[in-house]
């Protein structure tokens, strides 16, 4: 199974950070990967696919880039509302697997 | 605009069967747009990955669920399914249903709301 490993796994920022998230993944997964935004109570929502497509109606304050094992998910100017926890997701091959996940807190 | 939406008994008991279901709208689950998927989320943990089902029919599971789990199309019914048996309290969480687009690496969106599923007698 493909292990992907986020980091920080907790990120304490302040507002108009720009912040990064890493998600490493065990082995080359071309750029099939999601991120994904969860806040308390909510469902998951799709920020990005294909490791740096943005999904119709996100912020262009996110961004995504990488390829193969290496990705990551910026955001150039952080807001209250992007106060949450983030998830990347391999749609590389089956299982499918997620990162364990960075929550985002103000500082 | 397509949406899914879960429904199932909120409590079961240890040892028996979780059922549940998603209603999808906006879309046929047996056109060849969508595959379908459960994800979980124990309480205040992260994300886990169940299974999809592919309009064809074709299941995949994650690996530590395949013996308990099945999922499966109800096409009259424009619905999915979940099937875990044999659950323990370990299986308490929020359990979300989504469609998967079929591109390439296709991504989860929609999600349903989610709805909480406890294990306990």
């Known amino acids: 199974d493909i292990q992907l490993t986020q980091s920080p796994s907790f990120l304490s920022a302040s507002v108009g950070d720009r912040v990064t998230i890493t998600c490493r993944a065990s082995?080359?997964?071309?750029?099939?990967l999601a991120w994904y935004q969860q806040k308390p109570g909510k469902a998951p929502k799709l920020l990005i696919y294909?490791?740096?497509t943005l999904q119709s109606g996100v912020p262009s304050r996110f961004s995504g880039s990488g390829s193969g094992t290496e990705f990551t998910v910026t955001i150039s100017s952080l807001q209250p509302e992007d106060f949450a926890t983030y998830y990347c997701?391999?749609?590389?091959?089956?299982?499918?697997?997620f990162g364990g996940g960075t929550r985002v807190e103000i500082k | 605009q397509l949406q899914v939406q879960e429904s199932g008994p909120g409590l079961v008991k240890p040892s028996e069967t979780l059922s549940l279901t998603c209603t999808v709208s906006g879309a046929s689950i047996s056109s060849n747009n969508f595959h379908w998927g459960w994800i979980r989320q124990p309480p205040g943990k992260g994300l886990e990955w169940i299974g999809n089902v592919h309009y064809g029919g074709a299941t995949y599971y994650n690996r530590s669920l395949s013996s308990r789990v099945a999922i499966s199309l109800d096409t009259p019914r424009n619905q999915f399914s979940l099937k875990l048996n044999s659950v323990t309290a370990t299986d308490t969480a929020v359990y979300y249903c989504?469609?998967?687009?079929?591109?390439?690496?296709?991504?989860?969106?929609?999600w349903g709301h989610g709805t909480l599923v406890t294990v306990s007698s």
């Open positions: 082995q080359g997964i071309n750029s099939y």
């Open positions: 989504a469609a998967r687009t079929i591109a390439a690496g296709g991504w989860f969106d929609p």
């Open positions: 997701q391999q749609l590389s091959s089956y299982p499918l697997t």
């Open positions: 294909a490791a740096s």
